[in-house]
C-alpha cells in the first residue's frame, strides 16, 4: 500500500513548481472528461492571482508535467484556475486573503458567526461582529465563507459626468 496517489504524487510534484512563481498550490484534481483528461490545479496567493500569473504557471506546471511523465502519454487538458469567492476558508492563509470582507463562520459548537475579518495570524481570527471586536480560534472554527456583498449602484458612480 505504499504508492501514493496520483493526487498526492501530482501535489508533491507542483508544490515545488507553483511556489518558484510566488503562488500557493491550493488544490489538483484530475478528472476523466469523454477520452481526455483534465488537470485542474488551483493556485492562490495574498492580493489575488491575475492572468498573468495563470499563464506563467501554467507553462511552469505544464513542463514539469513533460518531464515528470506523471500524466502518461494520453491527452489531457491543463486547466490552472484560482479559487473563487465561493471557497470555504480553512486554513489560516485563506483567512488572511479574507481581510476587510464579510465573512460567515460555522463552529464547532454548532453555532454560526458573521462579521467581518480584521486580521487572522496562525493560530485565529479577529472578527469584527456588529462593531465588537471578537477573537476566534481555528479550533474553535470548523470552516468560513466570504459573503457576497452587493453595493447599491449608486455607491459606484464617480460624481464627476458632463
Known amino acids: 500500500m505504499g504508492s501514493a496517489s496520483p493526487r498526492d504524487h501530482l501535489m508533491k ?8 512563481e510566488g503562488l500557493d ?7 476523466q472528461a469523454g477520452r481526455r483528461r483534465l488537470l485542474r490545479v488551483v493556485v492562490d496567493r495574498d492580493g489575488g492571482v491575475s492572468l498573468d ?17 506523471a500524466m502518461g502519454a494520453a491527452p489531457y487538458t491543463l486547466e490552472v484556475s484560482s479559487p473563487g469567492v465561493d471557497r470555504p476558508l480553512t486554513e489560516p492563509r485563506h483567512w488572511r486573503r479574507a481581510a476587510g470582507r464579510l465573512v460567515k463562520a460555522e463552529l464547532r459548537d454548532g453555532g ?9 495570524d496562525d493560530t485565529g481570527v479577529d472578527l469584527d461582529v456588529a462593531g465588537a471586536a471578537r477573537r476566534l480560534d481555528y479550533q474553535d472554527l470548523t470552516r468560513g465563507r466570504v459573503q457576497v ?5 449608486d455607491d459606484d458612480v464617480d460624481g464627476d459626468e458632463g
Not at 456583498?149 to 449602484?153: C, D, K, M
Open 112 to 120: 454560526v458567526i458573521e462579521g467581518r475579518v480584521l486580521s487572522a
Open 13 to 20: 510534484l507542483l508544490e515545488p513548481v507553483v511556489a518558484a
Open 149 to 153: 456583498e452587493f453595493r447599491r449602484i
Open 53 to 69: 500569473h495563470v499563464a506563467d504557471v501554467s507553462q511552469a506546471v505544464s513542463a514539469a508535467l513533460d518531464e515528470d511523465d
Open 25 to 31: 498550490l491550493e488544490d489538483v484534481t484530475v478528472t
